[in-house]
């Protein structure tokens, strides 16, 4: 993967991450004053694959609301933290 495909990765992930909305509102009025030429992205086979497979999800019913993957995020991350806690315990 190229080096400006992980940064903008990176950026991506962190963007998900934000649920500020004055935050975002002022990264979205910095990215819309920047001099960026508008410019097709172009993406990765990695990319167009994983958009691919995205659509036949779709297509076939494969989805979770928002608020139910919130809520399995949750129970995985109190499950790793319980996971680590008993390593700690155990050594």
């Known amino acids: 993967?190229?080096?400006v495909d992980i940064i903008r990765n990176g950026i991506i992930d962190?963007?998900?991450t934000i649920s500020d909305?004055?935050?975002l509102m002022a990264l979205l009025r910095l990215v819309n004053n920047s001099a960026v030429p508008n410019e097709k992205i172009k993406l990765t086979k990695e990319q167009k694959l994983m958009l691919e497979m995205?659509?036949?999800d779709i297509q076939q019913g494969r989805m979770i609301s928002q608020s139910d993957l919130d809520?399995?995020?949750l129970?995985?991350?109190k499950g790793s933290s319980l996971d680590?806690?008993?390593c700690?315990?155990?050594s």
């Open 71 to 73: 809520k399995n995020d």
């Open 84 to 86: 680590r806690n008993r």
């Open 75 to 77: 129970e995985w991350l």
């Open 54 to 56: 995205s659509e036949t």
């Open 21 to 23: 909305k004055e935050y």
């Open 1 to 3: 993967m190229a080096q």
């Open 88 to 90: 700690k315990t155990t």
């Open 14 to 16: 962190k963007l998900l």
